[in-house]
């Protein structure tokens, strides 16, 4: 059964620093992976999708990291803002499967 | 595009009422849905997975019978909490997928079983 583990669950960084997430996955049979944003009360945004035969994503700041054999994935933010502050989620989609499982979230706060 | 909506965003019902949230692709037709639930600092669990036209597929330990799902349209899907108990309060999410395996995601209903 596949399990995702994020760490640390939850992070506080001072604006202006790099900051790097993590995300490991038992099962590495794995269709793709996705990094979300959730903020306190509401749905999913989505950051970034790794295909299993992708390496990396980047989008701004932003850059997804993915080690399929070693079940990992790293989530890298650049030069982090206030406005970063919030829940964010790592799934996979399992080859056989449809539905995406989540890691807890490592929740995030910037201060200014 | 790929725009998820949710209806209502917050609901408070008394115990033993039934409560309908809907679930709308607003710019793409869905051919999967999906439910999820969200308990507080615990991540999202899969309740079901449904196709339109076809019965929805339950994860183990999720009463089919209390939790009923409708996926009538390509771009509506209705989850049904039955005879709601405290117990059931939670932050309910749904997700629609078009053709490709990319999931969008609704913004979430929250309900308050009192």
């Known amino acids: 059964k596949q399990e995702v583990t994020q760490i640390p669950a939850a992070l506080s960084v001072p604006e202006g620093e790099n900051l790097v997430l993590n995300c490991s996955f038992t099962?590495?049979?794995?269709?793709?992976l996705q990094w979300f944003r959730q903020d306190p009360g509401k749905g999913l945004t989505s950051l970034l999708l790794i295909q299993s035969s992708q390496r990396e994503q980047t989008s701004g700041r932003l850059n997804a990291s993915l080690d399929k054999s070693s079940g990992r994935s790293t989530l890298y933010i650049a030069a982090s803002q206030p406005g970063d502050s919030a829940t964010y989620l790592c799934?996979?989609?399992?080859?056989?499967?449809?539905?995406?499982?989540f890691g807890k979230g490592t929740t995030l706060s910037v201060s200014s | 595009g790929a725009v998820v909506s949710q209806h209502p965003s917050r609901v408070i019902c008394k115990s033993g009422t039934s409560v309908k949230i809907e679930c709308r692709s607003l710019d793409f037709q869905a051919t999967t849905m999906f439910w999820y639930r969200q308990f507080p600092k615990q991540s999202l669990m899969l309740m079901a997975t449904?196709?339109?036209?076809?019965?929805?597929?339950?994860e183990q330990g999720v009463e089919k019978d209390k939790f009923l799902i409708n996926h009538a349209s390509l771009t509506l899907s209705t989850l049904t909490v039955t005879s709601a108990h405290p117990e059931d309060s939670s932050f309910y999410i749904c997700?629609?997928?078009?053709?490709?395996?990319?999931?969008?995601f609704g913004p979430g209903t929250r309900l308050t079983v009192l």
């Open positions: 799934a996979v989609l399992n080859q056989a499967g449809t539905a995406l499982i």
């Open positions: 997700s629609a997928r078009e053709r490709g395996d990319e999931q969008f």
């Open positions: 449904s196709n339109e036209g076809s019965k929805a597929t339950y």
């Open positions: 099962d590495s049979a794995i269709y793709n």
